[in-house]
């Protein structure tokens, strides 16, 4: 029993730490294509490989610390704000839809539209306005477009990781 809590803080550790590489090397890239605030979202391919394959407050904890990791290293407060209610929003649609029998690309397609609402929601009290919904179907198209290539990829993951469970209880 030991072994098995040794190798599940040290999958939970390797995960955050995905996580957090994922964050930085998408600050890297000048992915916005003229269009402010589109991402890649590298980092919930973790969270939606976690979604399916840890424990739901496990992979809470990995989004929770990822956005605080990379909030506080290359983001500000108004960064962290977005990205920790766009990530919780996310997160708990993501959870919520898990439970019914969408796939896990579709799962990750309504984790992408909901943490753009998320940020919508953000920039609305932020600046003290509710016209900024006017930029919520740009987001919307991109949350469709990077959940569906990030979900594409996350079944792949967690395909392999089943098989490779499997094989080792032999």
């Given at each position: ?49 976690a979604l399916y394959t840890m424990k739901p407050g496990e ?112």
């Amino acid at each position: 029993m030991k072994r098995d809590k040794i190798k599940s803080i040290a999958l939970f550790g390797m995960m955050v730490a995905l996580a957090f590489t994922f964050s930085y090397l998408e600050s890297l890239i000048p992915f916005d294509f003229a269009i402010p605030g589109v991402k890649l979202g590298l980092a919930n391919l973790v969270v939606v490989v976690a979604l399916y394959t840890m424990k739901p407050g496990e992979a809470l904890c990995i989004v929770i610390i990822r956005i605080f990791l990379a909030g506080l290293t290359f983001g500000n407060a108004y960064s962290l704000a977005y990205s920790l209610c766009g990530g919780l929003l996310s997160y708990a649609v993501m959870l919520l839809f898990k439970k019914t029998k969408l796939s896990i690309i579709g799962v990750s397609m309504l984790g992408g539209i909901f943490h753009n609402i998320g940020q919508i929601i953000v920039a609305a009290i932020v600046l003290g306005t509710a016209r900024i919904a006017y930029y919520l179907p740009v987001l919307l198209v991109s949350g469709v477009a990077t959940g569906l290539a990030i979900g594409i990829v996350s079944k792949l993951i967690t395909d392999r990781v089943k098989i490779i469970k499997n094989n080792s209880k032999d």
